[in-house]
């Protein structure tokens, strides 16, 4: 089945701007694939509306639905847009680095950074995953989740980033009641030594889909300031939640 689906991408991959039409013959031997087959996904994609078959040529090119999928990643863009300014200001207000974490699976991955402008700060790439258990931005989302979902999730092992990073299920449970009591979560040198967070989590219609967080190292970061912290990302989980309430209908990503 798994082999079958992967065939399929690769079908469609082949529809490119050089090469946008394709016979299925043509198509089966530059895969050096059965021609039964590729016919099959071809015949399943026209009928989802992914491809389109010109009868008189009986080639193939890109449909519809693909079409619908690219305006979804386009307005997935310019959300971006919308959301970076946000960042930006919480960053300039908190002389820290922030950025905003969407929930993806079993992990979480980063949307949008913005780094601090000092020498000494904390970066993190557009991009990379993470576990939900391990740091205030992740915890803030898995607090969030169905209590089902998260009994399941901490029943896997769980990896030790740091000395202080969480990993007993009992530990994580009342964290994370302790999130959902106060609205946010902090962390102290869990994910990365010397590093603290504080998070908040991000709805769309009552769901979770992610967080919002500020994030530096630990010798300029007292409790004053995370107070500080906590009201600035407020006022900024208040603005993306708008965003994404407006344009979230095509965000593409819950």
Known sequence: MLKTLSLSLEVLKMFTKEKPTWGGR??????????????????TFE???????NKETKKYS???AVWELANTVTELFNINE??????????????ESTFLMIKDGDEAVTFDAVEART????????????????????????????????????????????????VDPKVIK???ELIRKNGYAVSKGEYTEDVIA???PLFYK????????????????????????????????NEVEKVVEKHGANFGLF
Do not use: C, W
């Open 119 to 166: 020498t000494v700060r904390f970066s993190v790439s557009i991009g990379s995953r993470s576990p939900l258990y391990a740091g205030a931005s992740y915890r803030s989302i898995l607090a969030h989740l169905p209590s089902e979902y998260i009994e399941q999730y901490l029943e896997r092992e769980l990896i030790k980033y740091t000395d202080k990073t969480m």
């Open 62 to 64: 890109l449909g519809f």
């Open 206 to 237: 009552n769901t979770i889909f992610g967080s919002i967080t500020v994030s530096g190292p630990k010798y300029r970061i007292n409790d004053e300031q995370i107070e500080m912290f906590i009201t600035r990302l407020q006022e900024a989980k």
């Open 26 to 43: 043509e198509l089966a031997a530059a895969l050096n694939e059965n021609h039964t087959k590729t016919y099959r996904i071809l015949e």
């Open 198 to 200: 504080v998070a908040m």
């Open 82 to 95: 919308l959301i970076h300014p946000i960042l930006e200001d919480l960053s300039e207000s908190t002389n």
């Open 174 to 176: 009342e964290d994370l």
């Open 47 to 53: 009928k989802h509306k992914f491809l389109i078959k």
